[in-house]
């Protein structure tokens, strides 16, 4: 058989085995994700395996670079990949995908067993404090803004035009009223 031959039958296995599972996505006809674990899970990480044109005669390509696998250490990331290239030579020149989602789900506590998760984002609070080490954290606080209920919002709204900002003149006495109390004073 072909390599587009072989591919196109593994293609039909693999859309019949995981029709209705969550945890499998095809990306294409010749690229594929499985989620090793359940939503939520701390230990869960994601495969993408794509075909290359001579697949399964070649190696196919396997990767964890998926937004998903951020808190995974690179460490972890090399040390899974390297035991999942163990099982493509083995199984070189046979339909691997499938075997090879199985195998990481079959081996998921060992491949995850020195994983521990780490923060890949900064939290704004830590850049906050490096660029400005003069603020205290007491000034958080004071960053808090005011719940304002739907009528005061209403009333806020009425009062400024559309950049939020009060019109020219809305804190001028009323020259007119002043002038005519003043006048019953003089009387």
Sequence with gaps: MS?????????????SIYEGDESFRELSPVSFQYRIGENGDPKAFLIEISWTETYPQTPPIISMNAFFNNTISSAVKQSILAKLQEAVEIHLGTAMTYTLFEYAKDNKEQFMENHHPINSTIPISSIISVETPNTAPSSKKKDKKEQLS????????????????????????????????????DE
Excluded: F, I
């Design 3 to 15: 390599a587009n031959e072989d591919q196109e039958m593994e293609l039909e296995a693999l859309r």
């Design 150 to 185: 739907k009528a005061q919002k209403r009333k806020l709204a009425d009062k400024t035009d559309h950049k939020g900002q009060l019109p020219r003149g809305w804190n001028w006495v009323d020259v007119v009223k002043l002038s005519k109390t003043g006048s019953k004073d």
